[in-house]
């Protein structure tokens, strides 16, 4: 869901600035490929577990386009009645009649974008509420009968250890029930990447700053109880929605995907067209369905045991990914951008 109502400092996922006329358009157009996706062999005769709305800020949707998706989602595929529906978005559209929208509609898994709490590096990133807003809208989402994911990035602009580690420690006041923590990749071209070379932020981590930040918050963790899933993903309760998804993205059977795509990670520059018009989503077919037994997405994010020696060692980058070429930087990189 490209549409985001402010643009943040470091983000280089495809997105463009919210408008209602656009945000109809795009859905509508979304709703045709779903409706023509839902026909075809391979999803007809598949049992859905896992649906995902990725963003940019699919929260961003007003609650009619969210109703309207959520409900051809439900009533077009055939989704297993256990099935993890997740709607990934900010924590600025955590208003109750957005949730109560997303409730309704079926959504039981919410990952929300947090990055930091600290205001004022929150602001220095162009994040919009303060760190008492992020708190009292995560507290407004915890009275409901759903799991909550906040995504953190650690070597953010001026973003220190103390303070890293104090964002550690509010995700557990603020009771989510997962973490995502990501290392920040400074894009080739991006605001954020211009913004340091002119010196208008203050400097990010380097790739061994990373790394400490990384190795504290990991010993910080591991002291707390939460588990970790991967180098980014972390639970702190065991929920079977959390064993089914991590089960299933190990032996998929079937990817589809519907919409603009947030990277083309395979090099694949699918889908980024269909919506530049804002209403031809059908016309976008580039993107193949999976093959039974395919892995999803080739060269998509695949989660290598974590290996803290060689991340600390070496300062590498922590998410191993397949050869591929980046939409943004059109280099070919075995690293990952
Ligand atoms: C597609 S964004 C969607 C989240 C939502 N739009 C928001 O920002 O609140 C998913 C996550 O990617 C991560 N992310 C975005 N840009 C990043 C970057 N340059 N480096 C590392 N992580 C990044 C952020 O943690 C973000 O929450
Ligand atoms: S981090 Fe999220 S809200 Fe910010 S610009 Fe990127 S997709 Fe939009």
């Not at 995902?52 to 386009?65: H, Y």
């Not at 929300?112 to 994040?127: E, P």
Request: hydrophobic share 40%; aromatic share 8%.
């Amino acid at each position: 869901m490209p549409f985001c109502q402010t643009k943040c400092l470091y983000c280089a996922f495809y997105q463009q600035a919210s408008r209602q006329q656009a945000e109809d358009a795009y859905v509508e157009a979304l709703l045709k490929e779903i409706a023509h996706d839902a026909k075809l062999e391979q999803i007809r005769t598949a049992t859905i577990d896992s649906v995902f709305f990725g963003g940019g800020t699919p929260t961003s949707l007003s609650p009619a386009n969210a109703g309207r998706l959520l409900a051809a989602v439900r009533e077009q595929f055939h989704l297993a009645p256990d099935a993890e529906v997740t709607m990934e978005g900010r924590v600025h559209d955590l208003v109750p009649e957005k949730i109560e929208a997303w409730l309704v509609g079926g959504v039981n898994r919410i990952s929300l974008g947090v990055q930091s709490f600290d205001t004022a590096l929150r602001r220095r990133v162009g994040r919009i509420d303060a760190r008492e807003e992020v708190l009292r809208r995560l507290a407004l989402l915890r009275r409901e009968d759903v799991t909550i994911i906040a995504d953190l990035i650690y070597g953010l602009p001026g973003q220190d250890l103390a303070s890293w580690l104090a964002d550690i420690r509010t995700l557990a006041e603020a009771d989510v029930d997962g973490m995502d923590l990501y290392q920040l990749n400074i894009f080739p071209g991006s605001d954020l990447e211009k913004a340091l070379r002119t010196g208008r932020v203050l400097a990010c981590a380097d790739l061994a700053g990373q790394a400490d930040l990384y190795l504290a918050a990991r010993d910080q963790l591991l002291a707390e109880g939460t588990e970790r899933l991967s180098f980014f993903h972390w639970r702190r309760r065991r929920l079977s929605v959390w064993l089914r998804r991590r089960r299933q993205f190990r032996r998929p059977k079937l990817y589809a995907a519907e919409g603009t795509f947030c990277l083309s990670a395979d090099g694949i520059p699918r889908r980024k067209a269909h919506h530049d018009d804002g209403a031809s989503a059908g016309r976008a077919r580039a993107a193949p369905l999976r093959q039974p037994g395919q892995r999803p997405g080739e060269g998509l994010r695949r989660f290598p045991p974590p290996d803290d020696a060689r991340f600390a060692a070496r300062g590498a980058r922590i998410c191993a990914m397949r050869p591929f070429t980046c939409r943004m930087s059109g280099r070919r990189s075995k690293d990952g951008c």
